[in-house]
C-alpha cells in the first residue's frame, strides 16, 4: 500500500506569505505527527493529532504555525506571515496508535525568499 | 531537559570496516532509543529500536544506561550502508504519546 504522502514535495514562497502543507497519512493510522528539520539538524517536533483533535501542540515555536485534521485522515499545516527561519524540510508522520512505529513521508522542502 | 547527542556529523570507512556511531542521551525517565535511518533520496525510516534487542542488516545497539549511551554498530560495513543515521530519544508525555526527540545525525560514507 502507499505509504505517507506529502505535497508539495517542495514550496517556495515570500516573506510574508501565507502557506498550506498538505499530509496523507497511511489509511487507518490514527496518530499523526508534524515534525520540522533546519539544515543540519535532526528533526523537531511540532504537533501531534489523535484522530481529530491535536493532542499535543506543544512543539508549534509559534502562533504563526497551526494544524488541522478535519475528519481524523488528512491533515494541513498552515503557516501565516512566513519568515526566512521558517525554510526547512516539513516532515509528516503515521502510525497505527501513539504506541507504534511512526512511518515518515518525503517531506516538505519550505524555502521562504 | 531530553536531549540527544551525535558527535560525528560524518563518519567515512572503508568497505569491511567496522562502524561504530556514537549516541549519548540526556533523560531523567527510563529511555526508550530508536536509531532511523535516510538513504539517498528516500524517506526517513526505522532502522532497530533498544526494546526489541534485535540485529537488522547487521546493525545492533545496546543501551548502556551508566554511561547513557545508544551506540550503532556493525561489524563489516558495506557500501549499501552509506546514509543519514540519527539517534532518537521517546519521551512520554502526559496525553500518553512518545515524542521522539532526534539527534542531529551522523551521515556514513562506506568506500569501496
Known amino acids: 500500500g502507499a505509504g505517507v504522502s506529502q505535497t508539495p514535495s517542495n514550496k517556495v514562497t515570500e516573506k510574508g506569505k501565507y502557506v498550506e502543507l498538505r499530509c496523507d497519512p497511511i489509511?487507518?493510522?490514527?496518530?499523526l505527527y508534524w515534525y520540522r528539520q533546519s539544515l543540519g539538524q535532526g528533526p523537531e517536533f511540532l504537533i501531534y493529532f489523535q484522530g481529530t483533535g491535536a493532542a499535543d501542540d506543544s512543539g508549534l515555536p509559534n502562533d504563526r504555525f497551526f494544524a488541522v485534521r478535519p475528519e481524523g485522515s488528512v491533515s494541513t499545516l498552515k503557516i501565516q506571515r512566513t519568515e526566512r527561519g521558517d525554510s526547512a524540510v516539513y516532515l509528516c508522520?503515521?502510525?497505527?496508535?501513539?504506541?507504534?512505529?511512526?512511518?515518515f513521508g518525503q517531506g516538505t522542502r519550505l524555502t521562504v525568499v | 531537559a531530553q536531549r540527544v547527542t551525535q558527535p560525528e556529523k560524518l563518519l567515512s570507512v572503508f568497505k569491511g570496516a567496522p562502524v561504530e556511531l556514537k549516541c549519548n542521551y540526556s533523560?531523567?525517565?527510563?529511555?526508550?532509543l530508536f536509531w532511523y535511518v535516510q538513504y539517498s533520496r528516500q524517506r526517513l525510516q526505522l532502522l532497530l529500536r533498544h526494546i526489541s534487542r534485535e540485529s537488522i542488516k547487521g546493525f545492533t545497539a545496546d543501551l548502556n544506561k551508566g554511561e547513557t549511551s545508544f551506540h550503532l554498530k556493525k561489524p563489516f560495513a558495506q557500501e549499501e550502508d552509506s546514509a543519514m543515521y540519527y539517534c532518537a530519544l521517546s519521551t512520554r508525555m502526559n496525553t500518553g504519546f512518545q515524542k521522539l526527540v532526534f539527534g542531529t545525525g551522523t551521515r556514513l560514507l562506506v568506500s569501496p
Open positions: 508522520a503515521s502510525s497505527f496508535d501513539m504506541n507504534t512505529e511512526a512511518f
Open positions: 489509511s487507518g493510522h490514527t496518530a
Open positions: 533523560y531523567s525517565g527510563s529511555p526508550e
